[in-house]
C-alpha cells in the first residue's frame, strides 16, 4: 500500500513539474509572438508559437488600434495553461499612427 501512495505522489509531481514547464513555454511564446505582431510580422507569429509553445497549443492575436494582445494556450492533462502578452504597436505598422497621430515622413 506504501508504495502505491508513493507511486501516486512521485507521479503526480512529475506532472506538476512538467505543467510547470508548459506554463513557463506558453509565456514565452505569447511574448515573442506579441513582439512579433507589434513589428508588424504577424505571419510569423504562428511559426513561432509552433516551435516555442507545448504541442497543440493555440494561438489568438487581437489588435486594437496601436496595440496588439496576444494569448497562447495548451491542454494539459489535468490543467490548461495559459500566457498573454501585450505591446504596443509600432508606429507605420498596420494602420499604427506615430504618437500625436500626425504624419511620419521619412
Given at each position: 500500500m506504501a508504495v502505491c501512495g508513493l507511486v501516486a505522489v512521485l507521479v503526480?509531481?512529475?506532472e506538476a513539474v512538467?505543467?510547470?514547464?508548459a506554463q513557463i513555454r506558453c509565456t514565452d511564446a505569447a511574448r515573442?509572438?506579441?513582439?512579433?505582431v507589434a513589428r508588424g510580422e504577424d505571419g510569423r507569429?504562428?511559426?513561432v508559437v509552433s516551435a516555442i509553445a507545448p504541442a497543440g497549443a493555440?494561438?489568438?492575436v487581437r489588435k486594437e488600434g496601436d496595440t496588439a494582445s496576444v494569448e497562447v494556450?495548451?491542454?494539459?492533462?489535468?490543467l490548461d495553461v495559459r500566457a498573454s502578452a501585450f505591446a504596443v504597436v509600432e508606429p507605420?505598422?498596420?494602420g499604427a499612427q506615430a504618437?500625436?497621430?500626425?504624419r511620419r515622413d521619412g
Open positions: 503526480l509531481g512529475i512538467v505543467t510547470v514547464v515573442e509572438a506579441a513582439r512579433l507569429a504562428g511559426a493555440v494561438l489568438v494556450s495548451a491542454e494539459r492533462r489535468l507605420g505598422v498596420g504618437a500625436g497621430g500626425g
